[in-house]
């Protein structure tokens, strides 16, 4: 098990940029992979990005391709999520979560641990 606390989010104008921390504590935090999360309000969660262990693979959804980039620190346990080109669509709750064992990664029910999440508002 890996507990999972994100930071960074918050309230930016369209066009500005934010970026999200995902810290993880767990003896293996290093060997999950990491993928973000978001809900908007009245909508249902989806997939963001994720990252493998080595940082070496990572994988977005279209609608953030060329916008969001996701890195990892592993000797700093965290994930980061650099969101650039924000448009008031991308207003939700961000969750970080993680999984060692999934076999579809952009999927949630391949992750076992979730963080609860930051807010991060986009305004017009």
């Known amino acids: 098990q890996v507990l999972l606390v994100e930071s960074g989010g918050g309230q930016v104008q369209a066009g500005g940029s934010l970026r999200l921390s995902c810290a993880a504590a767990g003896r293996s935090a290093s060997s999950y992979v990491v993928g973000w999360f978001r809900r908007a309000p009245g909508k249902e969660r989806e997939f963001v990005a994720y990252?493998?262990?080595?940082?070496?693979?990572?994988y977005y959804q279209d609608s953030v391709k060329g916008r969001f980039t996701i890195s990892r620190d592993n000797a700093r346990s965290a994930v980061y999520l650099q969101m650039n080109s924000l448009k008031p669509e991308d207003t939700a709750v961000y969750l970080c979560?993680?999984?060692?064992?999934?076999?579809?990664?952009?999927?949630?029910?391949?992750?076992?641990?979730w963080g609860q999440g930051t807010q991060v508002t986009v305004s017009s």
């Open positions: 990252i493998i262990p080595s940082g070496g693979g990572v």
């Open positions: 979560a993680g999984g060692r064992y999934g076999s579809s990664w952009s999927d949630a029910s391949s992750y076992t641990d």
